[in-house]
């Protein structure tokens, strides 16, 4: 079946610092890949995405490539604001069946002043 | 605005209670969702629909049930089969026409046993 690793938190960095939150995926065919955004006490709010292989997603400073031969969504931003302090999520769709998410078990981010 | 409403924000239940939690989507999405949210731990899906008066059961929908009556609404009951319902609950919805679209989500039902 499908499914999705995310590297382990808490990832903790200082304001302007470089940040990278793996994310690998197993699944058949060639589902969609997504990131999304949960601050706290809120649902998740969607990132960013991408539908085909070499895709790259952005929004806001946050970019992730679609990597069919790694198998992987990496979240990236160059520069990080302790506004950014959340959880992450990545997440991919079933398009042959369910059409539901599949999700990661998020990465905490804490952005330091 | 369009968007998902989740209601109430909190709520308390009782040994041997069933508890309904609702969604409903002003976006004229045809495809509803329902997620379950536990510490630390990603989403889980409970029950899904693609189309009014049909749904499926996902992942975990022991002790949970659903209904689709109308294409803007999808309530989720916690029934006492479901021993260990305390979670944050989340609802979703999208257009759903390829499988490539993104999901929009509400805020959020916590369930907490009184």
């Known amino acids: 079946g499908n499914s999705v690793t995310q590297m382990e938190g808490p990832v903790t960095l200082s304001e302007e610092a470089f940040l990278t939150i793996n994310c690998t995926y197993t699944?058949?065919?060639?589902?969609?890949l997504f990131w999304y955004v949960q601050y706290p006490g809120e649902g998740l709010q969607l990132l960013l995405k991408?539908?085909?292989?070499?895709d790259k997603g952005s929004n806001k400073g946050f970019e992730a490539t679609y990597r069919k031969e790694t198998t992987s969504f990496h979240l990236e931003k160059g520069s990080v604001q302790v506004s950014d302090s959340a959880v992450y999520f990545c997440?991919?769709?079933?398009?042959?069946?369910?059409?539901?998410?599949?999700f990661g078990s998020g990465t905490r981010l804490q952005v330091q002043p | 605005d369009g968007g998902i409403t989740q209601s109430p924000k909190y709520l308390f239940r009782k040994e041997g209670q069933n508890v309904t939690l609702s969604c409903e989507q002003n976006?004229?999405?045809?495809?509803m969702y329902w997620y379950r949210q536990d510490p630390g731990q990603g989403l889980r899906l409970i029950y899904y629909?693609?189309?009014?008066?049909?749904?499926q059961k996902g992942d975990i929908a022991e002790g949970y049930s659903v209904s689709r009556e109308k294409k803007e609404s999808f309530p989720l009951t916690v029934t006492s089969a479901q021993k260990n319902p305390t979670a944050f609950y989340l609802c979703?919805?999208?257009?759903?026409?390829?499988?490539?679209?993104?999901?929009?989500f509400g805020d959020g039902t916590r369930l907490s046993i009184l």
């Open positions: 976006l004229n999405h045809d495809a």
């Open positions: 991408a539908t085909k292989a070499d």
């Open positions: 979703a919805s999208s257009t759903d026409r390829d499988g490539n679209q993104p999901q929009h």
């Open positions: 629909s693609q189309i009014v008066n049909d749904f």
């Open positions: 699944a058949t065919g060639y589902p969609s």
């Open positions: 997440a991919l769709s079933d398009i042959t069946g369910r059409r539901a998410l599949t």
